[in-house]
């Protein structure tokens, strides 16, 4: 084990007991005021610039030293999920309803962890730029703090943001060059027809009938219309229409998500879907109004940040503890946003896997971080922030 492993793993019960108690304390997008108060009054302690109220609850932390010129970013998303919690532990939300079922608490922890250690004995020369954001979980808090100015008041050269993954071993650290996540867009499909009794159908233009076959259809998009080469994932998630067995509804609502992990398979995603739910409509002789709301888009690592990201993981862990071109996945992540201004670059940290604590999946009541973690993520923050701001004083 490094030195630096060493240090961190000597000084990480203390933000285990932080992750714990924020863990304790979730608050949902846009709410997280206790959790941003915690985080601004420890980094002022350290002696950051702190700005609080970016984006709403977001905040950023400066630390200058030296004179270098160059500018790093580290996100952390800090933001719980409207759930109810089962795990039964100790620090279990005290929200009915509010829980950290994604590792946000974890994030911020690892973050303030590496804060405090790089205040405290950091060797670096230029800007570090440590941004806590809220409202990860399908808010938009990351456009929200660009909105506010984030990169016009602290201007980065890369930045970089790191997610806990179950499924794989405690620790181990995953990259990827390219597209890691993907796009996710939502649509709601509304269908007007005409009622009327179940029994005399004729005299009626089903809304149903034309839904059933729209889902249907859907499923052409991806197996028919997108490459076989390229991700893609049309859902309809829900159905909404009628009361009654012998009445035919006036309406019915269709809820569709939309997903890829390349920005011209995505255009023609929504261009398809949009023809075919108006063809569909129209040959059953119902009106099809389609409300389409871009959500996240597709998160794309940049290469040279990215192998940049790789050679920090393989100092700290050496190549048995690193995957170095991980698979994309399929889930969707604000954090696209930031790297569609800046370059940077997206990693995985191991939460574990089998039967082991850490392996339940994120967004699951019985999920939990894994703190064993801790150590490990503020190690390589640190180690990173060293290497990029290289110039030591």
Wanted: aromatic share 6%.
């Amino acid at each position: 084990m490094s030195t630096l492993l060493e240090q961190l793993h000597a000084q990480a019960d203390e933000f285990i007991g932080l992750r714990r108690d924020i863990h304790h304390h979730p608050e949902l997008a846009f709410d997280e005021h206790r959790t941003s108060a915690l985080v601004a009054s420890k980094l002022e302690a350290w002696g950051y610039e702190v700005e609080r109220g970016l984006g709403g609850t977001g905040v950023v932390g400066r630390l200058v030293r030296g004179r270098g010129a160059r500018r790093l970013g580290l996100r952390a998303d800090m933001d719980a999920l409207p759930i109810d919690e089962a795990t039964g532990l100790a620090y279990a939300s005290s929200h009915a309803g509010v829980m950290h079922a994604c590792g946000h608490d974890g994030h911020t922890a690892m973050l303030l962890a590496a804060a405090h250690h790089l205040a405290e004995r950091g060797r670096f020369d230029g800007t570090l730029n440590l941004i806590f954001q809220p409202a990860e979980e399908g808010g938009g808090g990351a456009l929200r703090m660009m909105e506010d100015g984030l990169f016009d008041r602290y201007p980065c050269d890369a930045i970089f943001a790191m997610h806990n993954m179950p499924g794989l071993p405690q620790g181990r650290l995953a990259l990827r060059e390219g597209p890691a996540m993907a796009s996710s867009d939502y649509a709601t499909v509304t269908l007007t027809g005409i009622g009327g009794h179940g029994a005399m159908p004729h005299r009626a233009a089903d809304p149903i009938v034309a839904a059933a076959s729209i889902v249907m259809a859907l499923q052409t998009v991806v197996s028919r219309n997108i490459d076989p080469l390229q991700m893609a994932v049309v859902t309809v998630g829900a159905i909404h229409a009628g009361k009654a067995n012998n009445v035919i509804p006036q309406s019915a609502v269709l809820e569709i998500s939309v997903r890829a992990l390349d920005r011209e398979v995505r255009g023609r995603l929504e261009a398809r879907i949009k023809a075919l739910v108006a063809a569909q409509a129209e040959s059953f002789g119902v009106t099809a109004q389609i409300d389409w709301r871009p959500g996240y888009a597709v998160l794309v690592n940049t290469p040279e940040e990215t192998a940049f990201a790789r050679e920090v993981a393989l100092e700290l862990l050496g190549a048995d503890r690193v995957t170095l071109q991980a698979p994309a996945l399929p889930g969707s992540e604000d954090f696209a946003f930031m790297l569609e201004r800046v370059p940077g670059s997206y990693l995985l940290i191991g939460n574990g896997e089998g039967d082991s604590h850490g392996a339940c999946m994120v967004h699951n009541p019985g999920y939990d971080f894994n703190d064993d973690n801790v150590a490990i993520g503020s190690a390589y923050w640190v180690l990173l922030a060293e290497r990029f701001l290289r110039n030591a004083a």
